[in-house]
């Protein structure tokens, strides 16, 4: 039982962490790329534009899908190795 | 064939297959009625998810706005996905695991709370009729632009349609039109898109064609399209913009209220288990991006067409003569979103943006003012008019508007019955009640809701612009904190929910309200809504995130003065937590 509880917790540490490691990058690739640090990437320039811009219309929206298909991937190998996935 | 007769046929032979389905999908049990039974296909409900989700203001207005806005209005490209991110990993799968009909059951049985319960029924109300409003106007535009029919004359058609399959199929029937209503939404919106591209840029996917370089003058269509509205005393299409944390706020208003609507969260109730609603959260966004990156092509290559026809020689040369005006600005100056005043009697339309640094050249041109207005939502309604495409696309745009407005007042609607007849009538008045019964409560308290909308389609109150602002506010301040605590903190109590949910919600209306005018009122605002006025410059649009902070910041302050949660209130936190022992939703 109390291995149980171990194990469960350690579960939901695993998922917490990997929810902060992934809203990092949403923060970064939205809020960083496409709006504050704009100005830092100016210099790279794309189809007439430049970085943050396609970051901003394209570049965020990319990267959030490939975001939540990485976390529902890991969290299904995070669901069977601490053995709470459904039966 | 007359266009007439062609959108005729593309809208009803869409509106013949919805009425189709609803007649095979017919809802036997509140299950059904309220989570489909319970097993639709992770991809299936992203499909459903994409068209709830992408509603009139999606198809029809947003790459207007982005197109009168440039990069400043890329705030709603990222608003309005990013919140998918936050719905995978903070809320559909452990809401998914709770395993039950509705968003205030949740907190109702979370927050071991009637009062709390109520609250969000009371937010989740007012969020989704405001916003249902919007949709049947919307409805109600395609309707007398495309079918020559009056407005209200429409509004009653799309009602009929949405009655018929909304209250017989409850979820179970929304579930599978919406479905239907994808597909005919992202046809319609990709096929102009297409041949567009292909004319500017020669490249087939408009997504890729935004960064391509446009055929005629070689230069890529970004800095083309600069260089034109420069010409016209704009600012630039791709300009950077100063006031960075309104930017922020308001991108990240966007994304949590995305979260937080009760409409969207609902449809994850409906798949067969947990690890499916992360699954189909990811799925949802695919289908939704479909539209997502190609609305900011369709942005700027139909700002960069409308200037093109007004000024065929180039923006420096003379514009057009109004009575050589296309037959496209023809028919929509007759519904008023398009309006010509010939201010210095040439007899030509000049288009551009009045502005002092702009005032020497216009002077020198002999120009007197702006003499086109053009309404931002004609722009995706009358793109395949403006590049001469054949007559089916217009009747496939009429069919894909439609589907838009009708798929996500659809799932509102079921929102707002589920909420009266499941958390209102059985939950608070009448806990006896039988299933039976119940799912005659459900079935007319959406009947009741679709007159109360089609009747505020008809007659919008006078704050009908505002009313996005309104629903996503309320959402982001009051409902998307309140779940998030309840699952992530064992701390949060009944006091501390309520007094956070009040003072996030109460915050976000009075900032509102300050703006733009008490209860939308026009003239009773405080300050003027302008920059200068706003706090720190954060526009009352917003301030949702700020009404979040609020809230969760009221929510522990006031926990921990007060007791902690009972022990079996703990214990159900932990379950929602594992996935392990997922039945299918279930009623209590």
Known sequence: MADDKNMAQAYWQANLRLIAGCLVVWALASYGFGILLRPLLAGISVGGTDLGFWFAQQGSILTFIALIFFYAWKMNQLDNKFGVHEE | MSQFAINLIFVGASFALYIGIAIWARAGSTKDFYVAGGGVHPVMNGMATAADWMSAASFISMAGLIAAGGYANSTFLMGW????????????????????????????????????????????????????????????????????????????????????????????????????????????????????SLQLTGNPIPALGLFSTHTESGLPLLAKLDMVVRE????????????????????????????????????????????????????????????YLTAPAVASMARLNLLNTIYPAGPTADAIKYEERPNWVQTWEQTGLIKFEDKNGDGRIQLYKESPSFAATAEARGWKGNELTVNNDILVLANPEIANLPGWVVGLIAAGGLAAALSTAAGLLLAIS????????????????????????????????????????????????????????????????????????????????????????????????????WFFIPGTNSLPNTPDNWLLGISPLSFGAIGALINFAVAFAVSAVTEEPPEGIQDLVESVRYPRGAGTAVDH
């Open chain 2, 81 to 196: 996905t990013g919140g998918y991110v936050l719905l995978a990993m903070l809320l559909a799968p452990y809401l998914r695991k709770f395993g039950k009909f509705t968003v205030p059951d949740f907190i109702g049985d979370r927050f071991y709370s009637s009062g709390a319960r109520l609250v969000a029924v009371a937010c989740l109300i007012i969020a989704s009729v405001t916003y249902v409003i919007g949709q049947m106007t919307g409805a109600g535009v395609a309707f007398s632009r495309f079918l020559e029919v009056d407005s209200n004359t429409g509004l009653m058609i799309a009602a009929v349609v949405v009655f018929l399959y909304a209250v017989l199929g409850g979820m179970k029937g929304i579930t599978y039109t919406q479905v239907a209503q994808y597909v005919v939404l992202i046809i319609a919106y990709t096929i102009p898109a297409v041949f567009i």
């Open chain 2, 418 to 517: 589920s909420a009266v007849s499941h958390d209102l009538i059985k939950g608070s008045i009448n806990p006896q009640i039988s299933e039976k019964k119940e799912l005659l409560a459900a079935r007319i308290s959406m009947a009741v809701a679709i007159v109360v909308a089609t009747y505020l389609g008809m007659n919008p109150p006078g704050f009908a612009a505002q009313v996005v602002a309104l629903a996503f506010g309320i959402a982001a301040a009051s409902i998307f904190p309140a779940l998030m605590m309840g699952i992530f903190s064992k701390r949060i109590n009944n006091k501390g929910v309520i007094a956070g949910m009040l003072s996030g919600l109460g915050s976000t209306l009075v900032y509102i309200f300050m703006y733009l005018g």
């Open chain 2, 232 to 291: 016209l005393g704009f600012t630039d299409y791709t300009a950077d913009v100063s006031n960075k944390l309104n930017m922020v706020l308001f991108t990240l208003s966007l994304m949590i209220g995305t979260a937080g609507l009760p409409h969207v969260i609902i449809r994850f109730f409906t798949v067969p288990k947990v690890a499916d609603a992360r699954w189909s959260a990811g799925w949802a966004l695919v289908f939704i991006a479909l539209l």
